[in-house]
């Protein structure tokens, strides 16, 4: 068997909740194997409110598997609004790919390198054709990261924040009263994170610091241009006053 090439991405958008978890039209699996892997993706779901989808096609008929990708994402929203915490797993039987797309909520905690490593793990199994194997492994893998953190999301003010909040999924009001629309604008050879990714929020806490990753350009643009707009972030840091973007509604 060839080796399954891997294209990876992240996904920019929170992908829809959607009560099929599991969309076997390249007939990868078993009802029984569909079964199992519809309870491991549930258990994420219930457990941490992370959703998953995992689809398998026959071909990407002609598509790249990022623009296939974007057409799933028109189509099944994965993850809760603002927080963008779903994941989408892609197999394609011709093209023998493999695509995991994280969320911008979740890539703080599984980054392009720890996804390219679930992915050669799952590839272990898939050379052997045990594609169930291969995707358990990976929900497995998964769920070891996102286990280690809160996904409870506290609405709040800036503030009203205090150092009890670090680790804890803040959503807040962010007006952009001066109407900067000015940021670190990233490109597709900069790092995935980066120090100069962010941007200053007053408050009577003092100033905090908003970091987001290089794919959050559209959110961030977005959110800078409207006078009020619902910020969903991690307080990872008090000392720091540092908070990690992950979506905005």
Same mark, same amino acid.
């Given at each position: 068997?060839?080796?399954? @090439? @891997?294209?990876?991405?992240?996904?920019?958008?929170?992908? +829809?909740?959607?009560?099929?978890?599991?969309?076997?039209? !390249?007939?990868?699996?078993?009802?029984?194997?569909?079964?199992?892997? %519809?309870?491991?993706?549930?258990?994420?779901?219930?457990?941490?409110?992370?959703?998953?989808?995992?689809?398998?096609?026959?071909?990407? &008929? !002609?598509?790249?598997?990022?623009?296939?990708?974007?057409?799933? &994402?028109?189509?099944?929203?994965?993850?809760?609004?603002?927080?963008?915490? &779903?994941?989408?797993?892609?197999?394609?039987? %011709?093209?023998?790919?493999?695509?995991?797309?994280?969320?911008?909520?979740? $890539?703080?905690?599984?980054?392009?390198?720890?996804?390219? *490593?679930?992915?050669?793990? /799952?590839? *272990?199994?898939?050379?052997?054709?045990?594609?169930? &194997?291969?995707?358990?492994?990976?929900?497995?893998?998964? $769920?070891?990261?996102?286990?280690?953190?809160?996904?409870?999301?506290?609405?709040? #003010?800036?503030?009203? @924040?205090?150092?009890?909040?670090? !680790?804890?999924?803040?959503?807040?009001?962010? #007006?952009? %009263?001066? !109407?900067? *629309?000015?940021?670190?604008? +990233?490109?597709?050879?900069?790092?995935?994170?980066?120090?100069?990714?962010?941007?200053?929020?007053?408050?009577?806490?003092? *100033?905090?610091?908003?970091?987001?990753? %290089?794919? /959050?350009?559209?959110?961030?643009? +977005? +959110?800078?241009? /409207?006078?009020?707009?619902?910020?969903?972030?991690?307080?990872?840091?008090?000392?720091?006053?540092? @908070? $990690?973007? /992950?979506?905005?509604?």
């Amino acid at each position: 068997m060839k080796k399954i @090439l @891997l294209v990876l991405s992240v996904a920019l958008w929170s992908i +829809a909740a959607n009560s099929q978890v599991v969309i076997d039209k !390249g007939q990868f699996f078993s009802d029984a194997e569909i079964t199992l892997l %519809k309870a491991d993706a549930q258990n994420l779901k219930d457990k941490y409110t992370i959703e998953t989808l995992i689809f398998t096609t026959m071909d990407l &008929g !002609g598509k790249t598997p990022f623009d296939y990708v974007q057409d799933l &994402g028109r189509n099944y929203k994965v993850g809760e609004k603002g927080v963008n915490n &779903g994941i989408i797993i892609l197999l394609s039987k %011709k093209e023998r790919k493999l695509q995991i797309l994280n969320g911008c909520g979740i $890539e703080w905690l599984i980054s392009d390198v720890q996804t390219q *490593e679930i992915v050669n793990q /799952m590839i *272990e199994f898939f050379k052997k054709q045990n594609y169930f &194997g291969g995707l358990q492994e990976g929900l497995t893998l998964i $769920e070891k990261r996102v286990s280690s953190v809160s996904w409870e999301v506290e609405p709040t #003010s800036l503030d009203e @924040l205090t150092k009890n909040d670090v !680790g804890k999924i803040i959503n807040f009001t962010y #007006s952009n %009263k001066t !109407g900067d *629309e000015k940021f670190t604008s +990233a490109t597709d050879t900069d790092p995935q994170f980066s120090n100069d990714f962010h941007v200053m929020l007053p408050s009577k806490n003092g *100033e905090f610091m908003l970091f987001y990753s %290089k794919h /959050m350009n559209e959110i961030v643009s +977005a +959110a800078l241009k /409207m006078k009020s707009h619902q910020v969903y972030a991690r307080l990872v840091s008090w000392d720091d006053k540092r @908070l $990690e973007l /992950m979506g905005t509604n």
